[in-house]
């Protein structure tokens, strides 16, 4: 890990934070664009930047230590820290009817007025993670007493050294380097969050002003004038139709009254993520690779593969898309055994064929539906159960799941392209990602 990263943090956040309303973010004919004009949000997402970046920084310093402390219990339990806590989970009881019914009655509104009956998993999940995050709490405060917490120099300090400790926790320290690798890819999106609120609001106060501009050329309405080039254009009327459009237009007006974005996004810094052996789609030696961490029983996961999928379509033979596994245990119970079922399927070259059976039927991920998926695939169904249940499927669901929590992976779903996350998982996001990959 390069020690200078930490600097350059901070260096990244002071550059953002030097924008002053006056100053010009972008330009184009006729037109300066400054931040004045943006909202008030926006302008505080660049003058709060420095504040939040540091308050942040103790919160993760925090976690990093919450972390040490259950590492450490499971080290002396002989044990590691998932399975520590996937015990505490299993001893947590069912709730009561009477605290079911509770929260359901207070909360019938935001649960869209359902019956109890259709809200009822979605409750108990909600009761049972309050119990949990209590246990933990206790727990975590147990175990402040049990190992000496010393703290060290202050993370929010400017002359820090890779070698510099910043807490002890019994007989592990946590260094300023080891910090900067937990912690570099939160930083950086709080950072990228700020910017991104600032070009959102700026590219759309383009966009309009151009397409009034443009409007008033051809003596119509603007509101004419963008059904012409947008809405009259629809034939499916998806999302993901619109944005297209949006996108093809803003292309063109950008050209043609030669628009210069002066406003300096944080540079993302790719990564070198592994593709280890797992299911790939596209040519081996394609100039760009995508690698998406996924958990089979994520709805983002699920709405998030198809608009994917058909954005690397637009790019044949230059994308090489690779699957891994990134189950989220604690929050969807079948995700692990999805993962294993996707495994399976995978080693009777089905892989991605059975992971959309999964993202269909998200609702359905028991045993009993994950074999009745292979049966329907047409695979083996014995060997299919030999390798579900097999030590070694196993061991690479939780190798890549290790490998995607060093990376900083926290949520699904994470995409890299050419080892750059995607922080804008639409088509537009996709398109630009492979774009900047190939140099275009």
């Known amino acids: 890990m390069k020690p200078f990263i930490i600097?350059?943090?901070?260096?990244?956040?002071?550059?953002?934070?030097?924008?002053?309303?006056?100053?010009?973010?972008?330009?184009?004919?006729?037109?300066?664009?400054?931040?004045?004009?943006?909202?008030?949000?926006?302008?505080?997402?660049?003058?709060?930047?420095?504040?939040?970046?540091?308050?942040?920084?103790?919160?993760?310093?925090?976690?990093?230590?919450?972390?040490?402390?259950?590492d450490a219990e499971?080290?002396?339990?002989?044990?590691?820290?998932?399975?520590?806590?996937?015990?505490?989970?299993?001893?947590?009881?069912?709730?009561?009817?009477?605290?079911?019914?509770?929260?359901?009655?207070?909360?019938?509104?935001?649960?869209?007025?359902?019956?109890?009956?259709?809200?009822?998993?979605?409750?108990?999940?909600?009761?049972?993670?309050?119990?949990?995050?209590?246990?933990?709490?206790?727990?975590?405060?147990?175990?402040?007493?049990?190992?000496?917490?010393?703290?060290?120099?202050?993370?929010?300090?400017?002359?820090?050294?890779?070698?510099?400790?910043?807490?002890?926790?019994?007989?592990?320290?946590?260094?300023?380097?080891?910090?900067?690798?937990?912690?570099?890819?939160?930083?950086?999106d709080i950072q990228a969050d700020a910017s991104d609120r600032v070009l959102f609001e700026l590219e759309e106060l383009i966009l309009n002003t151009l397409a009034a501009d443009e409007a008033r050329s051809k003596g119509v309405d603007t509101a004419d004038y963008f059904a012409a080039e947008v809405t009259n254009k629809l034939k499916d009327y998806s999302d993901e139709e619109r944005e297209r459009l949006v996108d093809d237009l803003q292309t063109r007006l950008y050209a043609k009254y030669k628009v210069n974005i002066l406003f300096k996004s944080p540079e993302p810094k790719a990564e070198t993520i592994s593709v280890d052996d797992d299911p790939a789609q596209g040519p081996a030696n394609a100039p760009v690779t995508i690698v998406m961490f996924s958990d089979?029983?994520?709805?983002?996961?699920?709405?998030?593969?198809?608009i994917l999928k058909r954005a690397i379509a637009d790019f044949p033979g230059k994308v090489r898309f690779v699957v891994?596994?990134?189950?989220?245990?604690?929050?969807?119970e079948n995700a692990f055994s999805a993962a294993l079922a996707a495994g399976a399927a995978a080693a009777q070259g089905k892989f991605f064929e059975y992971i959309d059976l999964l993202y269909q039927r998200q609702d359905a991920l028991d045993a009993a539906s994950l074999k009745r998926y292979a049966a329907k695939l047409g695979l083996n169904v014995k060997q299919f159960e030999i390798d579900f249940s097999s030590e070694k499927t196993a061991a690479e669901v939780m190798k890549d799941k290790a490998e995607g929590e060093k990376y900083g992976i926290g949520s699904t779903p994470t995409?890299?392209?050419?080892?750059?996350?995607?922080?804008?998982?639409?088509p537009s996001g996709f398109r630009n990602a492979i774009n900047n990959a190939l140099g275009k």
């Not at 119990?131 to 002359?159: F, H, M, W």
Request: hydrophobic share 40%; with cysteine; glycine share 4%.
């Open 324 to 332: 891994r596994d990134f189950p989220l245990t604690g929050i969807h």
């Open 7 to 70: 600097t350059l943090i901070f260096v990244c956040a002071a550059a953002i934070h030097a924008q002053q309303p006056t100053d010009i973010l972008a330009t184009a004919t006729g037109h300066t664009f400054r931040l004045s004009e943006l909202s008030i949000e926006a302008q505080g997402a660049i003058s709060d930047l420095p504040a939040n970046m540091a308050k942040a920084r103790i919160e993760l310093l925090d976690q990093l230590t919450v972390e040490a402390l259950i």
């Open 296 to 306: 089979f029983q994520c709805p983002a996961c699920s709405a998030t593969h198809p």
């Open 415 to 426: 995409i890299f392209v050419n080892g750059v996350r995607v922080r804008r998982l639409s």
């Open 74 to 188: 499971a080290r002396a339990r002989q044990t590691n820290s998932e399975k520590l806590l996937t015990d505490l989970r299993s001893k947590i009881a069912e709730p009561t009817e009477a605290d079911i019914k509770a929260v359901f009655e207070a909360n019938r509104e935001a649960l869209g007025n359902k019956p109890l009956a259709d809200v009822r998993k979605t409750i108990v999940k909600y009761l049972k993670g309050e119990t949990e995050q209590k246990q933990i709490q206790t727990l975590v405060s147990g175990l402040k007493a049990k190992y000496k917490v010393t703290p060290g120099k202050d993370v929010n300090a400017r002359d820090l050294k890779p070698a510099d400790v910043l807490v002890t926790v019994g007989n592990t320290s946590i260094t300023v380097q080891q910090y900067d690798a937990a912690t570099r890819s939160d930083l950086f």
